[in-house]
């Protein structure tokens, strides 16, 4: 009896069975497999990097910013000697790069490339979390081989090339995405997101709509610590960007370049001209019309449609990307989550198919092929290549917003037959008509029987 107590704790313990790998402490097959394709990959990628170099001249712009925090300078009249790159972040973020010109630039380099691969495991660990998928036990698995083949992905790539801080704005804002509406600390990761790059306070804004009304204060108020932390450390940078630099789109960088996969940028180079006029001004509001809306109605859908919410950030994402004026190829790493959503769901053929579709576009790395003179004159035949982000960004927009609508037309027609058939069981006429119908045909004898009843019918169908 004691021992089969004991075989029985021993199946317990390792539901999975063997193959799962922790009852004897070596990883299953799945694991080794991710490992070594992860290791490859990797490999195949720092080689390539050193053939072909990386400036990283992003990290150089950041350095350079937390330089002159430190030499009291003026933050935003600083420009990265031989690059002519101005300030563009808050003094908040300023200040966060302080810690980069404690270093000289070679081990910087270094620093954040290993920096950025961290943050990459962590926003596909992050992204299969908000999926939902796969099943834990393989989880450990798909997120090794994502972080190694991930590096790949245009936007990742680009991340890694200029030294960008894409990835740690997505981490914030996945971190917070992930957690429980009850938990106090939702809104932290996006109101520091908002106070480093702006952009991401759509999502404060995505909290409020969908009624997560306490994550939003968190977020607000978050943001604005930061950015009285800021003012305090460096007051006259912060009246400069709060009043004039954060509304020059100049200093940004140039809208029409290929580089930017805005809206804007797509039109402006559809129109050849560096300021899309009233076009521009139209499309960008349609579609953050559409973008916040279907987002909204995702995040109010989690009854009705399974990973709605998930759907909702990414969503939000997306819209913010679609209708900021400029959207750098590298700001398009939320490619990560879109691919780890569709791959959970991807149980038919037109989802694989939009799958495989999203895989191609952000692998193709085609807008560096489109021949340009810093974004004029782009041949027709070359635009979508061109501005081959914003087709898919919009194209996934309509397709979870029709499945949205379909969720809940179906929900819609299930509670109006329920409460129909509920309104049925307690119609006491119902139960009264039935009851002198049966009446009627014991009266008339059980030569009757199968003559037609309409009366009777309709009372069945009633009870029924």
């Given at each position: 009896?004691?021992?089969?107590?004991?075989?029985?704790?021993?199946?317990?313990?390792?539901?999975?069975?063997?193959?799962?790998?922790?009852?004897?402490?070596?990883?299953?097959?799945?694991?080794?497999?991710?490992?070594?394709?992860?290791?490859?990959?990797?490999?195949?990628?720092?080689?390539?990097?050193?053939?072909?170099?990386?400036?990283?001249?992003?990290?150089?712009?950041?350095?350079?910013?937390?330089?002159?925090?430190?030499?009291?300078?003026?933050?935003?009249?600083?420009?990265?000697?031989?690059?002519?790159?101005?300030?563009?972040?808050?003094?908040?973020?300023?200040?966060?790069?302080?810690?980069?010109?404690?270093?000289?630039?070679?081990?910087?380099?270094?620093?954040?490339?290993?920096?950025?691969?961290?943050?990459?495991?962590?926003?596909?660990?992050?992204?299969?979390?908000?999926?939902?998928?796969?099943?834990?036990?393989?989880?450990?698995?798909?997120?090794?081989?994502?972080?190694?083949?991930?590096?790949?992905?245009?936007?990742?790539?680009?991340?890694?090339q200029y030294g960008q801080v894409n990835l740690a704005i997505l981490c914030l804002v996945l971190w917070d995405l992930t957690r429980p509406d009850r938990s106090r600390f939702k809104g932290v990761g996006i109101g520091l997101a908002t106070a480093i790059k702006i952009t991401p306070g759509l999502f404060?804004?995505?909290?409020?709509?969908?009624?997560?009304?306490?994550?939003?204060?968190?977020?607000?108020?978050?943001?604005?610590?930061?950015?009285?932390?800021?003012?305090?450390?460096?007051?006259d940078g912060s009246y400069g960007f709060w009043t004039k630099y954060l509304w020059d789109p100049s200093r940004v960088g140039v809208t029409v370049l290929v580089d930017n996969q805005s809206l804007r940028g797509a039109v402006c180079r559809l129109l050849d001209a560096n300021d899309p006029g009233t076009?521009?001004?139209?499309?960008?509001?349609?579609?953050?019309?559409?973008?916040?809306?279907?987002?909204?109605?995702?995040?109010?859908?989690?009854?009705?449609?399974?990973?709605?919410?998930?759907?909702?950030?990414?969503?939000?994402?997306?819209?913010?990307?679609?209708?900021?004026?400029?959207?750098?190829?590298?700001?398009?790493?939320?490619?990560?989550?879109?691919?780890?959503?569709?791959?959970?769901?991807?149980?038919?053929?037109?989802?694989?198919?939009?799958?495989?579709?999203?895989?191609?576009?952000?692998?193709?790395?085609?807008?560096?092929?489109?021949?340009?003179?810093?974004?004029?004159?782009?041949?027709?035949?070359?635009?979508?290549?061109?501005?081959?982000?914003?087709?898919?960004?919009?194209?996934?927009?309509?397709?979870?917003?029709?499945?949205?609508?379909?969720?809940?037309?179906?929900?819609?027609?299930?509670?109006?037959?329920?409460?129909?058939?509920?309104?049925?069981?307690?119609?006491?006429?119902?139960?009264?008509?039935?009851?002198?119908?049966?009446?009627?045909?014991?009266?008339?004898?059980?030569?009757?029987?199968?003559?037609?009843?309409?009366?009777?019918?309709?009372?069945?169908?009633?009870?029924?």
């Open positions: 009896m004691r021992e089969f107590g004991l075989k029985r704790w021993t199946r317990q313990a390792n539901p999975a069975g063997p193959e799962s790998g922790p009852a004897n402490g070596r990883p299953n097959s799945w694991t080794v497999a991710a490992v070594c394709v992860a290791v490859l990959s990797l490999t195949a990628f720092v080689v390539q990097r050193h053939l072909h170099g990386a400036n990283m001249v992003d990290m150089l712009v950041y350095r350079a910013e937390g330089q002159a925090v430190v030499n009291g300078d003026d933050l935003y009249a600083m420009r990265l000697p031989g690059w002519d790159l101005p300030a563009t972040y808050p003094p908040f973020a300023a200040m966060l790069f302080v810690p980069s010109t404690w270093f000289d630039v070679s081990p910087l380099r270094i620093l954040v490339m290993l920096g950025n691969y961290a943050l990459l495991g962590l926003a596909v660990h992050l992204s299969l979390k908000l999926a939902g998928w796969p099943a834990r036990r393989y989880r450990p698995a798909a997120t090794v081989l994502a972080t190694g083949l991930g590096v790949w992905l245009e936007p990742v790539y680009t991340t890694f404060t804004v995505y909290l409020i709509l969908t009624g997560r009304i306490r994550a939003a204060l968190v977020s607000i108020g978050t943001f604005l610590a930061a950015g009285l932390i800021g003012w305090v450390a460096l007051p076009v521009g001004l139209i499309a960008t509001g349609l579609v953050a019309a559409l973008g916040l809306g279907v987002a909204v109605l995702a995040g109010r859908s989690v009854r009705v449609l399974r990973r709605a919410d998930a759907w909702g950030g990414v969503c939000t994402a997306l819209t913010a990307l679609l209708v900021s004026p400029i959207s750098w190829t590298h700001h398009w790493v939320w490619c990560i989550p879109l691919i780890a959503l569709l791959a959970a769901e991807a149980r038919s053929t037109g989802r694989r198919v939009l799958l495989g579709a999203t895989l191609l576009v952000f692998l193709s790395h085609v807008m560096w092929a489109v021949p340009h003179r810093w974004g004029r004159g782009v041949a027709w035949y070359w635009q979508l290549p061109g501005a081959i982000y914003p087709p898919l960004g919009i194209a996934v927009l309509v397709v979870i917003g029709l499945r949205l609508y379909r969720a809940r037309r179906q929900e819609a027609d299930a509670s109006a037959g329920a409460w129909a058939l509920l309104g049925a069981r307690l119609d006491p006429d119902a139960d009264r008509d039935l009851d002198l119908a049966l009446d009627r045909d014991r009266d008339r004898g059980p030569e009757h029987d199968t003559e037609h009843d309409p009366a009777r019918d309709r009372a069945l169908t009633n009870r029924t």
